[in-house]
DNA sequence: GCAACTGCGGTCAGCTTCGGTCCGCAATTA
DNA sequence: TAATTGCGGACCGAAGCTGACCGCAGTTGC
């Protein structure tokens, strides 16, 4: 029965929207006879739905939280919230979910009606200014490219490579990976015939889908630990421009005061420790850690002591 | 029948969770027959879901967006992150959709598995040290507070008022409302039988729920509107202790640059602006404005130019 | 161009389920 | 105590569902 089950969904909806209704409610609004709304919750509930149900005059229907997520019914701004919300997620302004959020994100954007993509890519973009983290990468781009190892799609991009030759490549993606730092995609590249891990920030111009992808398991398996070891024996890596300081502060204060995500904190004797970036340093870094109220000493590169000194004129002429 | 709810239900599911399906996979997924696929695919379509399929044999089906967002079916980890999305994005950190994510929170907190919502709070504490924002408000407060406006149930609360006494506050809460900088709650007063605005991050303890609420309407009928002119005319609003300074910048363009949730950006002349901060100044109001490499000029208050002074010494040392 | 694969949709038969109506019962609140 | 609300059994006619079969049409790859 259709209508048997488009009304599920509505009373689903319903029970989302607002806490608490009585069955009278519940049956005005689906146009159905109170008994059918009786038979409707006892289906929800035999589906793993937990719907609470008390008696008497200011009894009704809850839907509570069970062991199951139900599906989500979200209206218009809602699903612009969530979608922005996973964005910045994606973007790495939380700590380890950074990955997650793009399997949302991949899943939400799929199914988004356009005029709601719209407004999510407006409100992104106004965003922009103030990042923390490493280089900025298009959410939608993330998105794509994950849902292109989710389906098993071709892909066609143009790559700027370390030695900043550009290249057209055609790959059967794996994975998409962070690294605490950057983004990173694990693809196999037919034209080479192996698999290469590609910075995502070095992909340039549209990616276009290709037909259907043969499925690669990631040597080793683990997507995670194949980019970390490629990134090793590649060598460079990320290690090109770390910024390293010195602070007189315990270590073990240092750490609680600095997300692991934003710079690693090694002791240097008892009274101080040495934070150094993950990934290439900015100056945000620089300016968090005289934040911090403890002496800082700028150990390398020398940019870094030079930018302070930027900065200290900056801020001298303001005061 | 209740199987064929669950089925489209799953199928829904299943189109999520893979952009491609053959009607045969689908089939062995669900343990029915092929035909049967093909007319649960034709209701879904009917219900308004844009199921497309193409023929031959790199064929299948897949769903696509549409004018309407499907009822979102996510798995464990991604709820996680939407929460956690949402939660960020209702801290403040993304320009004008606070309100929209406490509201999608409240919905998703409302079923959001026990074992889930540890985690999300496990993930969301990590984050706190860096904050840009605000006081610091709890976001499970918020989506508590939201929902009880949604649902219409009464609340009670210790709150601490500008006077510093606190008082035991019984109420019919109307409407969330964050005004840029803070977050207010509003509600009838059952005591003092009026309406009143409480700074949300002025509560304290635990919220109880009590019973049924009356449903009240904001004076105006605009929640927001009211709050602003509560703030207006109670005279002190939030205005202790602004930070303002002068810029050599474009107006237009230092906006582009500064998200306006941070900061207000007046014209001073052609060439330069006046930024104030939103509610009191922090010492990476300084920062972030010496970091948009444009000579600045502390106007007030004294406070900030002395901090401009201390970190001056501090990264002078530095270099 | 052919073969293989895929989706499409009609029809039939047997069966299940649906939804409305009626009923009395139990729990809660005012 | 009375009113309100949810619960669930029983009945019945109507409606929908599933699987099986069929031929058709569009796409891809050889």
């Given at each position: 029965?259709?209508q048997?089950?488009a ?7 319903l029970l ?6 009585t069955g009278q409610?519940?049956?005005d609004?689906?146009e ?24 008497g005059v200011a009894?009704g229907?809850r839907l ?6 139900p ?16 964005r910045?997620?994606a973007a ?5 979910i950074e990955e997650?959020?793009?399997?949302a994100?991949a899943k939400?954007e ?5 005029r ?6 407006a409100?992104g973009?106004a965003?922009s200014?103030f990042?923390?983290?490493g280089p900025?990468?298009?959410?939608d781009?993330l998105?794509t490219l994950a849902?292109?190892?989710?389906d098993g ?10 030695d ?6 055609n ?6 990976v ?6 990173y ?5 037919t034209?080479?015939?192996d698999?290469?891990t ?12 290709g037909?259907?992808?043969h499925r690669h398991t990631v ?10 070891q490629?990134l090793?024996t590649?060598?460079?890596g990320?290690?090109a421009e770390?910024?390293?300081i010195?602070?007189q502060l315990?270590?073990?204060i240092?750490r609680?005061?600095?997300?692991a ?6 002791p240097?004797?008892e009274?101080a420790?040495v ?5 290439a340093?900015?100056r945000d ?7 911090l109220?403890?002496?800082?000493e700028?150990l390398e ?5 030079e930018?302070a000194?930027a900065?200290v ?7």
């Amino acid at each position: 029965m259709i209508q048997t089950s488009a009304r599920l969904l509505a009373l689903l909806s319903l029970l989302q929207v607002r806490r608490e209704w009585t069955g009278q409610e519940l049956a005005d609004r689906l146009e159905v006879g109170p008994r059918t709304i009786r038979r409707d919750v006892d289906k929800l509930r035999s589906l793993g739905y937990p719907i609470e149900a008390s008696p008497g005059v200011a009894g009704g229907y809850r839907l509570s939280a069970g062991g199951e997520l139900p599906p989500l019914l979200l209206d218009d701004a809602e699903a612009v919230a969530v979608a922005v919300g996973l964005r910045t997620a994606a973007a790495g302004s939380i700590a380890g979910i950074e990955e997650t959020s793009v399997r949302a994100l991949a899943k939400l954007e799929q199914v988004l009606p356009n005029r709601l993509r719209r407004r999510v890519s407006a409100l992104g973009d106004a965003t922009s200014a103030f990042g923390v983290e490493g280089p900025r990468i298009d959410a939608d781009l993330l998105a794509t490219l994950a849902a292109a190892c989710r389906d098993g799609v071709r892909l066609h991009f143009a790559y700027v490579a370390r030695d900043e030759k550009t290249s057209r490549r055609n790959t059967e993606p794996c994975a998409v990976v962070y690294s605490g730092y950057r983004w990173y995609l694990v693809a196999f590249d037919t034209d080479r015939q192996d698999f290469r891990t590609f910075r995502i920030d070095r992909i340039r111009g549209r990616v276009r889908e290709g037909g259907r992808a043969h499925r690669h398991t990631v040597p080793g398996g683990d997507p995670a630990a194949y980019v970390k070891q490629q990134l090793r024996t590649s060598g460079a890596g990320d290690r090109a421009e770390i910024g390293r300081i010195r602070m007189q502060l315990p270590a073990d204060i240092a750490r609680k005061r600095i997300p692991a995500r934003y710079a690693t904190v090694e002791p240097d004797g008892e009274e101080a420790c040495v934070v150094s970036t993950r990934g290439a340093w900015r100056r945000d870094f620089l300016v968090w850690m005289a934040l911090l109220d403890a002496p800082i000493e700028v150990l390398e590169p020398p940019a870094m002591a030079e930018a302070a000194r930027a900065l200290v004129a900056r801020l001298g002429a303001a005061a």
